[in-house]
């Protein structure tokens, strides 16, 4: 990564008192606080458990990531495509990632690609190019999103259910070790009620104090065991590239 030593939080920052990452308000939207709070968990649960070696974090963004894997691996590779507006001083490739990754084979034991995928307009070719690049037995961390508001249009052209995942490591040499849906049908709701009242911050701290109470009740429990299969608000999957 370039620049790592001028490296600062952004997208997650971490909480002493609860020992977890969280949504930074100063660089999350208000209407995004719910979901990102909610991810953030999911997310670093994986990284922790197998982030190693030489990874590559691709469609890395501002590498908000980078303070749960540091301690974890030898390197990190950061490659995005460009933005004018605001270059990206970590860096270390720039490239269109709907374009052949501009790396050698086999070079990485450990893929990152963080809420990428939706945004690849061929994006079993790029499935096809992440699994070029990684080492036989490496990791693969994938998240999408599923219910989810339309972003960063035009760029907005995917959403991905659990067979399609599942397919789509299959057809490119992965196994798939984990594939955990994140959220359910209350969250789908706290979700969109925070997008709701996202142009008022004292509605949305409101709104989150109440979600707080409400994770912790018995029937927000069972209502979103029972619903996450078939409203998920995104996907969390790990999958191993087959050695031969």
């Known amino acids: ?58 469609g890395c963004g501002m590498v908000p990531f980078y303070g749960l894997y540091k301690d974890q691996v030898s390197e990190n590779t950061c490659i995005d495509w460009e933005n004018s507006i605001h270059p990206n001083p970590y860096l270390d ?7 052949p990754f501009p790396l050698t084979d086999r070079q990485f034991d450990t893929v990152l690609c963080t809420d990428v995928l939706e945004h690849i307009a061929d994006p079993f070719a790029f499935m096809a190019e992440t699994a070029r690049v990684m080492a036989p037995n490496g990791h693969l961390l994938l998240t999408v999103p599923f219910f989810y508001w339309l972003h960063e249009v035009p760029y907005d052209y995917y959403r991905y259910t659990e067979f399609a995942l599942r397919k789509m490591c299959a057809d490119n040499g992965f196994e798939v070790v984990e594939l955990q ?12 009620l925070n997008k709701g009242v996202a142009s008022k911050r004292w509605a ?41």
């Open 204 to 244: 949305v701290k409101l709104l989150l104090s109440f979600a707080n109470f409400f994770q912790k009740t018995g029937i927000y429990r069972r209502v979103r065991a029972k619903s996450e299969a078939k409203f998920p608000l995104g996907y969390v999957v790990v999958a191993r590239k087959k050695s031969a």
């Open 181 to 192: 849906a994140y959220g359910g049908y209350p969250d789908v709701l706290l979700d969109l």
């Open 93 to 99: 490739v720039v490239a269109d990632l709907n374009q």
């Open 1 to 58: 990564m370039q620049n790592i030593s001028s490296w600062e939080p952004s997208k997650f920052i971490f909480n002493p008192k609860t020992r977890h990452w969280a949504a930074n308000p100063a660089h999350v939207s208000p209407g995004s606080w719910y979901l990102v709070g909610l991810y953030v968990a999911a997310y670093e649960r994986v990284i922790r458990a197998y982030a190693c070696g030489h990874l590559l974090d691709l």
